[in-house]
């Protein structure tokens, strides 16, 4: 069965920090989709980056990087140089494939606080 | 590009009441997915939907819950005889099968409250 684990329940950090956030992984799955997702204070969703299993290669986007490793099953992603509005909850998530389609499994999330 | 709908935002409902959430996907998207997030957890997969197809139900519990995604209007996610456990928020996702990743874009919740 699939499963994402987020070992961090909550982190603070003082802003202008540099913090990573943890995600693992398991899958039998040979084709599958990681993904972020940011949830502020508001309550929405937002989609920060999606990934597939053929491509290791780390993104940067602006001040948030992720690191994929496969031979780890991790995804973890980094936000440097924090900022107050950081402050949210994020979750990794995984994809599993029904009948062409994705149903994500989501980990537990991680409580991150940006202290001023 | 409206996004995706989801109404309503806020939902209070007393024990043993009906509650109905609806979804209305992006523009083009034939495919739906609910999810619960419980106070403090992530999100659980329900059940996806293509119009007027149940696809996957295996998150749903077995009974009081049904969903629906009709050829025409919104996917509605009924909850019947709403129970104090049934408090949470309720995430539509839509997505579009034209050739893969499907990108799940979501909306932004209904929050239910049974008091």
């Known amino acids: 069965a699939q499963k994402v684990t987020q070992a961090q329940t909550e982190i603070s950090v003082v802003e202008k920090e540099d913090v990573t956030l943890d995600c693992v992984y398991e899958?039998?799955?040979?084709?599958?989709?990681l993904f972020w997702y940011k949830q502020p204070p508001s309550g929405e969703l937002v989609f920060l980056i999606r990934?597939?299993?053929?491509?290791?290669q780390n993104e940067i986007s602006g001040r948030y990087s992720w690191n994929f490793q496969k031979s780890t099953s991790s995804f973890n992603f980094t936000i440097t140089a924090s900022q107050v509005v950081d402050s949210a909850v994020y979750f990794c998530a995984l994809s599993e494939a029904i009948q062409g389609a994705q149903k994500l499994v989501f980990g537990q999330g991680t409580r991150l606080t940006i202290n001023p | 590009n409206a996004g995706v709908m989801q109404n309503p935002r806020h939902l209070v409902r007393r024990r043993g009441q009906e509650a109905r959430l609806r979804c209305s996907p992006m523009k083009g998207h034939s495919h739906v997915y609910w999810y619960r997030q419980l106070p403090e957890e992530g999100l659980k997969f329900m059940v996806y939907?293509?119009?007027?197809?149940?696809?996957?139900e295996s998150g749903m519990p077995k009974e009081r819950f049904s969903a629906e995604f009709p050829k025409e209007g919104p996917s509605i996610l009924r909850i019947q005889q709403v129970v104090r456990g049934d408090s949470a928020a309720y995430f539509c996702a839509s997505s579009t099968m034209q050739g893969g990743p499907y990108e799940q874009y979501f909306g932004p919740g209904t929050r239910l409250t049974v008091t």
């Open positions: 899958t039998r799955d040979t084709t599958y989709y």
């Open positions: 939907l293509q119009k007027e197809n149940i696809i996957d």
């Open positions: 990934r597939n299993s053929f491509d290791e």
